[in-house]
């Protein structure tokens, strides 16, 4: 066979199909002057960009969540040269993700194709595999692609067959502090299947499922990592006021949640108080189980009779890994069956931790929903997140070591196995207060009574 290539206009009548719109719009300007003139013309765009700053500066919600992102699209898609054909062609060759046909020594490019811009710091390129290759290729490249796109990151993430896209963060997306959403009044109110704790790269809310899961929260020091067990604790206020949800409270550092000991159900900060309460955590699931057994029932369901069990265990470490042998053989007999058996008795599980070795937490893979904060050591990230997900984007070891990006992470898609850069919101003293006041019924009662 030859070695003739397809012809300019073919490639341009190719192109014009998959980008209507560039026809399309030309092509109604033309018509409009040549039925209604010049000035008629004018004068409908003249109002329709009447219209558009109008909306821009009296409804700056909607027109951030409707507008705002196809014209970021427009503009980084089409009047900036990253994604033009050019410079897109130069970037994939250097970075080895272009083919070349045997036969006729033509350079195939991955083609782009669609852009969208949900927030002013990221943006997704959808792109169409060439023959041959396989997602694991863009993500090897994800570093060099960074470099070549002028982004802090690059994601890689499985759309279709076929199709990926690429989460390209230019800038840091969480540049100011969240603030916590106010604590609802009715316990109707609260969802404990969606969870509130902060905020996406994609400008969306960051909610997770708290009943029927264990979350593990890991980062180093100052990296924000109980953000989000006050984010769930404040998500449980009404509930805790209303008896359907029971606080068991591990802190062996004794700072910080104990502000959490006037509402909790069961509260410990030695040795013996640890074992003890873990212990009997253990004993109210089996409890529980044989409850379930009797009235015929697989999974509980939310009641005063079977509240929700929320054990919250900070320095998770500590109790696992670093105490005495007493602690550690203590917790370490029930645990693991916790994790494994508590999620369909009505049990949940928060722990946060420093360091994710197996040594430390053996039974991590038994946490549903991971974070991860800023980590001290690029393996962390690939022990708490799963295999591979610092190469696809995770980059929780380049956080900076600062206070202003306390609470800034990744976690794992569900559906696409893909992290996401996710931020918790920031709860102050006044936010622990209002906490404690909304949740603290008769538990504040029985703390001024000594309890």
């Given at each position: 066979?030859?070695?003739?290539?397809?012809?300019?206009?073919?490639?341009?009548?190719?192109?014009?199909?998959?980008?209507?719109?560039?026809?399309?719009?030309?092509?109604?300007?033309?018509?409009?002057?040549?039925?209604?003139?010049?000035?008629?013309?004018?004068?409908?765009?003249?109002?329709?960009?009447?219209?558009?700053?109008?909306?821009?500066?009296?409804?700056?919600?909607?027109?951030?969540?409707?507008?705002?992102?196809?014209?970021?699209?427009?503009?980084?898609?089409?009047?900036?040269?990253?994604?033009?054909?050019?410079?897109?062609?130069?970037?994939?060759?250097?970075?080895?993700?272009?083919?070349?046909?045997?036969?006729?020594?033509?350079?195939?490019?991955?083609?782009?194709?669609?852009?969208?811009?949900?927030?002013?710091?990221?943006?997704?390129?959808?792109?169409?595999?060439?023959?041959?290759?396989?997602?694991?290729?863009?993500?090897?490249?994800?570093?060099?692609?960074?470099?070549?796109?002028?982004?802090?990151?690059?994601?890689?993430?499985?759309?279709?067959?076929?199709?990926?896209?690429?989460?390209?963060?230019?800038?840091?997306?969480?540049?100011?502090?969240?603030?916590?959403?106010?604590?609802?009044?009715?316990?109707?109110?609260?969802?404990?299947?969606?969870?509130?704790?902060?905020?996406?790269?994609?400008?969306?809310?960051?909610?997770?499922?708290?009943?029927?899961?264990?979350?593990?929260?890991?980062?180093?020091?100052?990296?924000?990592?109980?953000?989000?067990?006050?984010?769930?604790?404040?998500?449980?206020?009404?509930?805790?006021?209303?008896?359907?949800?029971?606080?068991?409270?591990?802190?062996?550092k004794g700072t910080e949640l104990n502000a959490l000991r006037p509402v909790s159900h069961r509260y410990a900060e030695t040795d013996g108080d640890i074992v003890e309460v873990i212990q009997e955590y253990w004993a109210t699931m089996q409890a529980r189980k044989k409850t379930l057994a009797e009235q015929g029932r697989r999974t509980f369901e939310l009641s005063r009779e079977t509240p929700l069990d929320l054990l919250v265990i900070d320095e998770l470490g500590a109790v696992t890994g670093y105490g005495d042998r007493s602690l550690t053989k203590g917790v370490q007999a029930v645990l693991p069956l916790i994790l494994s058996q508590a999620r369909a008795l009505g049990g949940s599980v928060?722990?946060?931790?420093?360091?994710?070795?197996?040594?430390?937490?053996?039974?991590?893979?038994?946490?549903?929903?991971?974070?991860?904060?800023?980590?001290?050591?690029?393996?962390?990230?690939?022990?708490?997140?799963?295999?591979?997900?610092?190469?696809?984007?995770?980059?929780?070891?380049?956080?900076?070591?600062?206070?202003?990006?306390?609470?800034?992470?990744?976690?794992?898609?569900?559906?696409?196995?893909?992290?996401?850069?996710?931020?918790?919101?920031?709860?102050?003293?006044?936010?622990?207060?209002?906490?404690?006041?909304?949740?603290?019924?008769?538990?504040?009662?029985?703390?001024?009574?000594?309890?």
């Amino acid at each position: 066979m030859g070695k003739r290539t397809q012809g300019w206009e073919w490639k341009v009548a190719g192109w014009a199909a998959r980008h209507p719109g560039f026809v399309a719009a030309p092509a109604a300007v033309a018509a409009s002057v040549a039925q209604l003139g010049p000035v008629t013309t004018g004068g409908v765009a003249a109002g329709a960009l009447a219209a558009g700053v109008g909306w821009y500066r009296g409804h700056p919600d909607s027109w951030s969540a409707l507008a705002a992102p196809k014209l970021r699209a427009i503009r980084r898609r089409w009047l900036s040269r990253t994604y033009l054909g050019p410079w897109w062609s130069r970037v994939t060759e250097e970075c080895g993700l272009v083919t070349v046909n045997r036969r006729t020594g033509a350079v195939n490019v991955p083609r782009i194709i669609r852009i969208r811009s949900h927030s002013p710091s990221t943006e997704t390129v959808y792109v169409r595999l060439l023959l041959g290759q396989t997602m694991k290729v863009w993500e090897e490249a994800a570093e060099a692609l960074a470099v070549g796109l002028n982004a802090e990151r690059v994601g890689v993430e499985r759309v279709r067959s076929q199709v990926i896209a690429l989460v390209v963060q230019r800038s840091e997306p969480f540049a100011e502090v969240i603030v916590p959403p106010d604590i609802p009044a009715d316990a109707d109110a609260v969802s404990l299947a969606n969870v509130y704790l902060g905020e996406t790269e994609h400008g969306t809310d960051w909610i997770a499922p708290l009943i029927g899961q264990h979350w593990l929260v890991t980062g180093a020091t100052g990296s924000g990592k109980n953000s989000v067990t006050w984010m769930a604790a404040r998500a449980c206020a009404p509930l805790i006021r209303d008896g359907l949800v029971r606080v068991h409270v591990v802190n062996p550092k004794g700072t910080e949640l104990n502000a959490l000991r006037p509402v909790s159900h069961r509260y410990a900060e030695t040795d013996g108080d640890i074992v003890e309460v873990i212990q009997e955590y253990w004993a109210t699931m089996q409890a529980r189980k044989k409850t379930l057994a009797e009235q015929g029932r697989r999974t509980f369901e939310l009641s005063r009779e079977t509240p929700l069990d929320l054990l919250v265990i900070d320095e998770l470490g500590a109790v696992t890994g670093y105490g005495d042998r007493s602690l550690t053989k203590g917790v370490q007999a029930v645990l693991p069956l916790i994790l494994s058996q508590a999620r369909a008795l009505g049990g949940s599980v928060i722990g946060a931790l420093q360091e994710p070795t197996k040594d430390v937490i053996p039974q991590r893979d038994l946490f549903s929903l991971r974070v991860c904060l800023r980590a001290t050591s690029a393996g962390h990230v690939d022990m708490v997140l799963g295999d591979d997900m610092r190469r696809r984007g995770a980059l929780a070891d380049e956080i900076p070591n600062v206070p202003e990006s306390a609470g800034i992470g990744f976690v794992v898609k569900q559906r696409s196995r893909t992290p996401m850069r996710v931020r918790a919101a920031y709860c102050d003293d006044s936010d622990i207060r209002e906490l404690v006041r909304v949740a603290g019924w008769p538990h504040t009662e029985l703390a001024a009574a000594g309890r």
